[in-house]
């Protein structure tokens, strides 16, 4: 069994409890307009320009099981003294159950923590036993309004929050996220159709994202057009209010 990774990325803190490796897998359903790796989003290898004489290489390729457990293997010692592990990002590794079942299943006989990074788009049974193998999910929810989720992702947000409700109702460890992005919902009356959306689902714990540019460069590489081109990316100070209202409901909302 071999799956289409684009990345495996060593020492990252941000991405779960301690030191994590992050394995980035390649395919997505969804298709945000200010995704940040948006190589990510086709389901097969692509070509990226690189430098000025305009050389192509392939942004991703096939690996084993074998050979992406090995490579997590060889920070055991960092995950075991900082309580880390191993985090399957993308793209979305649903995309690619087969392989991140396996994935998960190898590290956890090796006692590794292991953790998901997900839209939570998949069918219901496809999303329950992925789930089910790992310690933890870091679950992104992009907008509480369906009509306004569709216009930013391309997707209805309905088996999203189903998945949500599901795993919640497990007691799965979830931490939810919310990528905060100009013009789309960051407004006052977004931060407040957030809280209304966590309280009716019980959540009292949740991370903010805020907008950055740190992809805009892969979508010259990729020569495709990017709709946020120039918008200022936002700093703490930028949604601090937005973070207060959600606070004011008695939610634990932090960076």
């Known amino acids: 069994m071999r799956g289409l990774l684009f990345n495996i990325q060593k020492f990252s803190l941000h991405d779960g409890p301690g030191i994590r490796t992050v394995v980035f897998f390649k395919g997505c359903p969804l298709a945000c307009k200010w995704c940040s790796n948006p190589e990510s989003q086709r389901a097969e290898p692509c070509l990226m320009g690189d430098g000025p004489d305009s050389r192509l290489y392939s942004d991703s390729r096939l690996y084993s099981i074998e050979e992406t457990l090995q490579i997590c293997f060889q920070d055991r010692l960092f995950y075991e003294e900082s309580g880390g592990g191993v985090t399957l990002s993308g793209g979305e590794a649903l995309t690619q159950s087969a392989f991140a079942a396996a994935l998960l299943d190898g590290l956890r006989a090796e006692?590794?923590?292991?953790?998901?990074?997900t839209s939570g788009y998949a069918r219901p049974d496809v999303f329950t036993?992925?789930?089910?193998?790992?310690?933890?999910?870091?679950?992104?929810?992009?907008?509480?309004?369906d009509r306004r989720h569709v216009e930013g992702t391309g997707v209805h947000n309905g088996p999203i929050l189903a998945n949500l409700k599901a795993a919640l109702d497990t007691g799965k460890n979830v931490l939810v996220r919310m990528p905060v992005i100009p013009g789309y919902n960051n407004s006052l009356e977004d931060a407040r159709g957030f809280a209304a959306l966590l309280t009716g689902m019980g959540i009292r714990r949740t991370q903010l994202l805020p907008f950055h540019q740190f992809g805009e460069k892969k979508y010259d590489l990729l020569n495709i057009p990017y709709t946020l081109r120039g918008v200022p990316q936002l700093h703490r100070e930028d949604v601090e209010g937005f973070r207060a209202i959600i606070a004011q409901a008695g939610i634990e909302c932090f960076f």
């Not at 006692?111 to 990074?117: L, V, W």
Request: cysteine-free; aromatic content about 8%; hydrophobic content about 50%.
């Open 111 to 117: 006692h590794i923590h292991t953790a998901i990074e």
């Open 129 to 145: 036993e992925i789930a089910a193998r790992a310690d933890m999910l870091l679950f992104d929810i992009k907008h509480y309004d």
